[in-house]
């Protein structure tokens, strides 16, 4: 069994709702919550129930709710009768703002609050006087205290049906626009035809403006897909001509060096074989007289021939 405590005053508005006050230890009837109202019951009052809020309830474990049980009925009469709760409350003035004490009327309420059965008992008013409520009371300018009830939660079903019955009496004006771009949204359309003609005539067109979007974002997406499908084609043509330059030049360049390697042998090959003829002997030159010069090998001749049959230029020496 889950054990819930009434986080904030809860007052009735309808037969099926019970009414609580912040500070009860409840108990829940039902395993699940509906629509956000959860089926419960006051411990101390099996005759007390009803659906309350899941938003105005806090669940407690089970040993808590004992403990708090047990806590309650050790720390005096709280639970007393209401007729005693009624009478004690009617004893002690209300002061107001300025100290001056509330009027019978007022009392009359307190004391009307107080002994009806579905108000909760006398801990619940000691706790609710402990601590803040949502529910604030304001001062009339006559002096009296009025309750002002608080918001109900947004997934209630008694605002769900003030939300459709205000929608489907409003016109067409009050609607906001994402409303009107939308159509209204409620499951009693079909209690008045026109306002379901109108909802979907105005659906349809949405539907078709909304249609009509996804076609010309598509179109884009399909050219932007062309455009870049013909561009990947053509980085692929232009790859595959980079790649056959590239094996062209690199034929080039092993063509290249073999040629040369082999001029590089060549050239080893004829300065070793006329090494041992590169030597040159040097004559004393006579005063007067043409200088001898002893035959040399020169770059295109032979041995035994003179230096002046070569085509290599003169060397003058000192």
């Given at each position: 069994m889950r054990y819930f405590i009434a986080a904030h005053d809860f007052r009735a508005e309808e037969s099926v709702e019970l009414s609580v006050e912040k500070g009860e230890v409840?108990?829940?009837?039902?395993?699940?919550?509906?629509?956000?109202?959860?089926?419960?019951?006051?411990?101390?009052?099996?005759?007390?129930?009803?659906?309350v809020p899941v938003s105005y309830l806090s669940?407690?474990?089970?040993?808590?709710?004992?403990?708090?049980?047990?806590?309650?009925?050790?720390?005096?009469?709280?639970?007393?009768?209401?007729?005693?709760?009624?009478?004690?409350?009617?004893?002690?003035?209300?002061?107001?703002?300025?100290?001056?004490?509330?009027?019978?009327?007022?009392?009359?309420?307190?004391?009307?609050?107080?002994?009806?059965?579905?108000?909760?008992?006398?801990?619940?008013?000691?706790?609710?006087?402990?601590?803040?409520?949502?529910?604030?009371?304001?001062?009339?300018?006559?002096?009296?205290?009025?309750?002002?009830?608080?918001?109900?939660?947004?997934?209630?079903?008694?605002?769900?049906?003030?939300?459709?019955?205000?929608?489907?009496?409003?016109?067409?004006?009050?609607?906001?626009?994402?409303?009107?771009?939308?159509?209204?949204?409620?499951?009693?359309?079909?209690?008045?035809?026109?306002?379901a003609v109108d909802a979907f005539m105005k659906n349809e067109i949405y539907f078709k403006e909304l249609m009509q979007r996804r076609a010309s974002a598509l179109a884009q997406m399909q050219s932007g897909i062309e455009e870049a499908m013909t561009e990947v084609a053509a980085c692929k043509d232009r790859n595959v001509l980079l790649t056959r330059k590239l094996r062209d030049l690199d034929e080039v360049v092993e063509r290249e060096r073999e040629r040369w390697i082999n001029r590089v042998e060549e050239e080893k090959a004829h300065v070793s074989r006329t090494a041992p003829y590169s030597s040159a002997m040097a004559v004393p030159v006579s005063s007067g007289a043409t200088p001898v010069r002893s035959p040399i090998t020169g770059r295109q001749g032979g041995p035994g021939r003179s230096i002046l049959e070569d085509k290599t230029p003169r060397q003058l020496r000192a």
């Open positions: 409840l108990c829940a009837t039902e395993g699940v919550a509906r629509d956000g109202w959860m089926k419960v019951e006051v411990i101390t009052d099996a005759r007390r129930r009803g659906f669940e407690l474990m089970a040993s808590e709710a004992m403990a708090l049980l047990e806590a309650v009925g050790d720390g005096g009469n709280h639970f007393a009768h209401p007729a005693t709760s009624s009478s004690s409350l009617a004893q002690t003035p209300c002061q107001g703002e300025r100290g001056d004490t509330t009027t019978a009327g007022a009392k009359g309420a307190n004391v009307a609050s107080s002994t009806s059965p579905d108000m909760g008992n006398r801990s619940a008013v000691v706790l609710r006087a402990q601590s803040p409520s949502p529910r604030a009371e304001t001062r009339s300018p006559g002096g009296d205290l009025v309750a002002a009830s608080a918001t109900p939660p947004t997934n209630s079903p008694r605002a769900h049906i003030t939300e459709t019955a205000a929608a489907s009496t409003a016109g067409p004006h009050s609607l906001t626009s994402a409303q009107q771009a939308t159509g209204p949204v409620n499951c009693h359309l079909l209690e008045n035809p026109k306002a």
